[in-house]
């Protein structure tokens, strides 16, 4: 199976500021087609998660473009830019390259 | 409005079973793979299985392999999730979500607790 694993936030950030949330992959998560299968969520205090982007960097419908995702083949960056109170929560990681997928174990970002 | 509305959860002893159901509403059900997804009380995010738009693709994980069964009646917009010999580690908010390699929408969750 490939392992995610996610970075730790220095919290708690000032209002404003700039977060990147790490995460990566054990295995390249850039299929044949060229397509760099993973997604990022978040999942605000008591709320089902919410798709921020997928394809690594193309943002989810109606997502801030506040919100935009890079990286590698195996090692991906979410950055947030002038955050905000709504931006606080959990943010995940996840792989769909290949079954099973799975998720890294989550970076929480708590808002000064 | 895309909805997803999941039911079916409660408390049940181990080694029983349970079955879920996710109705949704809003988009062609039938177009979409569809996916459920748990979360363990104060823990992440754990895929559990996944099916596509027509059923001919259906995929677990390993953990829930041979005990859950993934299925949908596309004619009722309806996900299920039938479980059985329940433990105590499948406790979990049980999430459906729409979407093949992007789950784009998520229910409320419907908690299912194992516990004798």
């Known amino acids: 199976d490939i392992v995610m694993t996610q970075g730790v936030l220095p919290n708690p950030v000032p209002s404003g500021e700039s977060a990147s949330i790490t995460c990566r992959s054990s295995?390249?998560?850039?299929?044949?087609?060229?397509?760099?299968?993973l997604n990022w969520f978040l999942q605000r205090p008591g709320q089902s998660p919410q798709l921020l982007t997928y394809?690594?960097?193309t943002r989810a419908s109606g997502v801030s473009d506040r919100f935009s995702g890079s990286g590698s083949g195996t090692y991906f960056t979410l950055k947030i830019s002038r955050v905000r109170a709504e931006d606080a929560g959990v943010y995940y990681c996840?792989?769909?390259?290949?079954?099973?997928?799975?998720f890294g174990g989550g970076t929480k970002l708590e808002l000064k | 409005e895309v909805q997803l509305v999941e039911s079916g959860g409660g408390l049940v002893q181990p080694g029983r079973s349970l079955k879920l159901s996710c109705l949704a509403s809003?988009?062609?059900?039938?177009?979409?793979?569809m996916n459920w997804i748990r979360q363990a009380p104060g823990k992440g995010l754990e895929w559990v299985a996944s099916?596509?738009?027509?059923?001919?693709?259906?995929y677990y994980a390993d953990t829930v392999k041979g005990r859950f069964t993934i299925s949908r009646d596309n004619a009722k917009n309806t996900l299920y999730l039938q479980m059985t010999s329940l433990r105590s580690e499948d406790t979990a908010l049980y999430y459906c979500?729409?979407?093949?390699?992007?789950?784009?929408?998520w229910g409320q969750g419907v908690m299912v607790t194992v516990s004798s």
């Open positions: 099916i596509s738009s027509s059923s001919s693709y259906i």
């Open positions: 295995k390249s998560l850039v299929y044949k087609d060229g397509k760099t299968y």
């Open positions: 809003g988009f062609t059900f039938s177009n979409y793979g």
């Open positions: 394809w690594m960097s």
């Open positions: 996840q792989q769909v390259r290949e079954y099973p997928w799975t």
């Open positions: 979500a729409r979407g093949g390699v992007a789950p784009d929408y």
